[in-house]
């Protein structure tokens, strides 16, 4: 399991099966009309999965000339590549974790791990993994804290202020939001929030359902 995904094995199907069971924003939500034909469109190009498709996606020029090519229209392909784009998890500095001390932040950035996908990625291997701990024989609270919140930073919508709320409900993992009841995972939230002012606004319950279905998606690959 690594902190991105495997493009190369996420599969033209499994990416109409992700579109199809999203509740997308308003904006991206045309994406939809004609998804089937126009995914078998690329299919027979040759585009079999989502590393292949984000190659066409680099260069915008370049993606316009394959919509025209293929018969794909151009503003459709602008929306798939923002929706698709968005599933690709943010690299975020360690030291943008808030409630991580600058102690350790500073020895992991010693060990040259800076970034959540770093911490997760070597935490999968064992020797690397018992390397870290070695090190943090004194501090393992905390670092066990830094890893549970890059675990949750895989998930779309997720900020680091999101996944602070997140752990303090008791939600360690993708795999618990994913299993969880909408309403009251809604509540204690905003709960939460209003009691310690993390942010100021609001996250509606239609924003909480979607980063728990993006947690079943991040939790199944």
Same mark, same amino acid.
């Given at each position: 399991?690594? /902190?991105?995904?495997?493009?190369?094995?996420?599969?033209?199907?499994?990416?109409?099966?992700?579109?199809?069971?999203?509740? &997308?924003?308003?904006?991206? =939500?045309?994406?939809?009309?004609?998804?089937?034909?126009?995914?078998?469109?690329l299919?027979?190009?040759? +585009?079999?999965?989502? $590393?292949?498709?984000?190659?066409?996606f680099?260069?915008?020029?370049?993606?316009?000339?394959? $919509? @025209?090519?293929?018969?794909?229209?151009? #503003? /459709?392909?602008?929306?798939l590549?923002?929706?698709?784009?968005?599933?690709?998890?943010?690299?975020?500095k360690?030291?943008?974790?808030?409630?991580?001390?600058?102690?350790?932040?500073?020895? &992991?950035?010693?060990?040259? +791990?800076?970034?959540?996908?770093k911490?997760? #990625?070597?935490?999968?291997?064992?020797?690397?993994?018992?390397?870290?701990?070695?090190?943090?024989?004194?501090?393992?609270?905390?670092?066990?804290?830094?890893?549970?919140?890059?675990?949750?930073?895989?998930?779309?919508w997720v900020?680091?202020?999101?996944?602070?709320?997140?752990?303090?409900?008791?939600?360690?993992?993708?795999?618990k939001? *994913?299993? $969880?009841?909408? =309403?009251?995972? /809604?509540?204690?939230f905003? @709960?939460?929030?209003?009691? @310690?002012? /993390?942010?100021?606004? @609001?996250?509606?319950?239609?924003?909480?359902?979607?980063?728990? *279905?993006?947690?079943?998606f991040?939790?199944?690959?």
């Amino acid at each position: 399991m690594k /902190y991105c995904l495997n493009e190369v094995d996420y599969t033209i199907e499994k990416i109409v099966h992700r579109i199809k069971n999203t509740d &997308l924003i308003p904006s991206i =939500e045309p994406i939809k009309n004609n998804l089937e034909q126009n995914m078998n469109i690329l299919k027979n190009k040759g +585009i079999d999965n989502l $590393a292949e498709l984000r190659k066409i996606f680099k260069n915008k020029n370049k993606m316009a000339d394959f $919509a @025209k090519e293929v018969g794909i229209d151009g #503003n /459709y392909m602008i929306l798939l590549r923002r929706e698709i784009e968005g599933w690709i998890p943010k690299i975020i500095k360690i030291k943008e974790l808030k409630t991580i001390s600058k102690n350790t932040v500073e020895m &992991l950035e010693k060990m040259d +791990i800076n970034t959540v996908d770093k911490i997760f #990625n070597l935490w999968q291997i064992k020797n690397e993994e018992e390397k870290i701990l070695k090190e943090f024989k004194n501090e393992l609270n905390e670092l066990e804290t830094v890893f549970k919140m890059s675990d949750l930073s895989r998930i779309r919508w997720v900020s680091p202020v999101v996944a602070q709320i997140l752990l303090e409900l008791g939600y360690d993992n993708p795999k618990k939001i *994913s299993e $969880a009841n909408v =309403e009251k995972l /809604y509540k204690d939230f905003d @709960k939460l929030n209003i009691e @310690k002012r /993390y942010f100021k606004g @609001k996250i509606g319950l239609r924003d909480i359902n979607r980063v728990i *279905s993006e947690a079943k998606f991040v939790s199944e690959n």
